[in-house]
T-cell receptor, first 111, second 113 residues
Framework: AQRVTQPEKLLSVFKGAPVELKCNYSYSGSPELFWYVQYSRQRLQLLLRHISRESIKGFTADLNKGETSFHLKKPFAQEEDSAMYYC?????????????FGAGTRLAVHP | DGGITQSPKYLFRKEGQNVTLSCEQNLNHDAMYWYRQDPGQGLRLIYYSQIVNDFQKGDIAEGYSVSREKKESFPLTVTSAQKNPTAFYLCASNPQQGDYGYTFGSGTRLTVV
């Protein structure tokens, strides 16, 4: 079965420190990968998608097909980055564009 | 103001009762989804639908049912057959096949009492 793994439930850093939220998935060659974010008292929302290769709020994510990873990175964390982050690759088969979500990593950025 | 509206925000159910969670969108999105969110388990797909009058089971469909009579609406019924229904339920939509950018609702927290 397809799986997506976010090994850290909680990542705690100080403001200004680099951040890397890990994501590994169980199949290779995925054409598209996503990171979603949920800030406190807000809805789950799309943060960035692999195919766009853009940087959103200073975050980037590189797809490593060899390692089947899609880690989310930011060089200097800010307090407003504190949130729950979910990695989401698409689910294969069925002809529908459905996503599977990891268990999530809570990022806590301390002043 | 376009978006997805889920109601109610909180719902309490007695054991043995069926309850229906509402999800409405005015984004003209084709596809709609129901996910269940439990602590430490992320989001798990219950049902999804790409067009009116068509829907497919997700990974944990047992004990749930849906309908898609209108493009805007995708209600989820939690039946008495669902053994552990207490959870946070999220509805999402996206515009077309191949576009994975989901818009999420604010969720419904269901508690069995």
């Amino acid at each position: 079965a397809q799986r997506v793994t976010q090994p850290e439930k909680l990542l705690s850093v100080f403001k200004g420190a680099p951040v890397e939220l890990k994501c590994n998935y169980s199949y290779s060659g995925s054409p598209e990968l996503f990171w979603y974010v949920q800030y406190s008292r807000q809805r789950l929302q799309l943060l960035l998608r692999h195919i766009s290769r853009e940087s959103i709020k200073g975050f980037t994510a590189d797809l490593n097909k060899g390692e089947t990873s899609f880690h989310l990175k930011k060089p200097f964390a800010q307090e407003e980055d504190s949130a729950m982050y979910y990695c989401a690759p698409p689910s294969l088969g069925g002809g529908y564009n459905k996503l599977i979500f990891g268990a999530g990593t809570r990022l806590a950025v301390h002043p | 103001d376009g978006g997805i509206t889920q109601s109610p925000k909180y719902l309490f159910r007695k054991e043995g009762q069926n309850v229906t969670l509402s999800c409405e969108q005015n984004l003209n999105h084709d596809a709609m989804y129901w996910y269940r969110q439990d602590p430490g388990q992320g989001l798990r797909l219950i049902y999804y639908s790409q067009i009116v009058n068509d829907f497919q089971k997700g990974d944990i469909a047992e004990g749930y049912s849906v309908s898609r009579e209108k493009k805007e609406s995708f209600p989820l019924t939690v039946t008495s057959a669902q053994k552990n229904p207490t959870a946070f339920y999220l509805c999402a939509s996206n515009p077309q096949q191949g576009d994975y950018g989901y818009t999420f609702g604010s969720g419904t927290r269901l508690t069995v009492v």
